[in-house]
């Protein structure tokens, strides 16, 4: 069964940082495209990035683009997603999907606030 | 980037009638990576369609994509009412986008 759990998300001041996770299991984690999506508060789905199976490809949406990272360790079957300078629009649930959307985890909530 | 448009924005519909979901491309396309999604309050999104036509596993057959280049739909033959939630389509294969829904609400 595939499983995707997100941890790393909370409260944080406009200009600070964040490190989300995602522990995978279920299926061969490596060979697979990642994936994050986030759902701001009354809004719809917004892509955000995602990364190729060996790590060497990267996508990021223009939104992100230069603030956030994402990254992965195949030996942990985990994906991360490194979130620089926050801004109060970046508050969402952020879900990884393994390839752009087959599984999702529930999402693990990020709220930017002073 | 690629921009998807879907309309309408709201559906409303009564059970077993039969609901039509449109999505439009900015630019083609390629390989018809496309995909449509369920998405109900409190939980995650569900793919039901990708390659624009081929049902995801477990995804009954009253669900139906269509479509090529830049123009897609997604068809609920007799609405259940369990399919009363907001869909989305999404391009991917490199970088990826979303449009912005359609709530089918019961009428």
């Known amino acids: 069964e595939v499983q995707l759990l997100e941890s790393g998300g909370g409260l944080v001041q406009p200009g600070g940082s964040l490190r989300l996770s995602c522990a995978a299991s279920?299926?061969?984690?490596?060979?697979?495209?990642m994936t994050w999506v986030r759902q701001a508060p009354g809004k719809g789905l917004e892509w955000v990035s995602s990364i190729s199976g060996g790590g060497a490809t990267t996508y990021y949406a223009d939104s992100v683009k230069g603030r956030f990272t994402i990254s992965r360790d195949n030996s942990r079957n985990t994906l991360y997603l490194q979130m620089n300078s926050l801004r109060a629009e970046d508050t969402a649930l952020y879900h990884c999907?393994?390839?752009?959307?087959?599984?999702w985890g529930q999402g693990t909530p990020v709220t930017v606030s002073s | 980037e690629i921009v998807l448009t879907q309309s309408p924005g709201t559906l409303s519909l009564s059970p077993g009638e039969r609901a039509t979901l449109s999505c439009r491309a900015s630019?083609?396309?390629?390989?018809?990576?496309l995909a449509w999604y369920q998405k109900k309050p409190g939980l995650a999104p569900r793919l039901l369609i990708y390659?624009?036509?081929i049902r995801a596993t477990g995804i009954p057959d009253r669900f139906s994509g269509s479509g090529s280049g830049t123009d897609f739909t997604l068809t609920i033959s007799r609405l259940e009412p369990e399919d009363f939630a907001v869909y989305y389509c999404q391009q991917y294969g490199s970088s990826s986008t979303f449009g912005g829904g359609t709530t089918v609400e019961i009428k």
């Open positions: 999907a393994r390839q752009y959307g087959a599984y």
């Open positions: 630019q083609s396309l390629s390989n018809n990576f």
């Open positions: 390659g624009a036509s």
């Open positions: 279920g299926f061969t984690f490596s060979s697979d495209t």
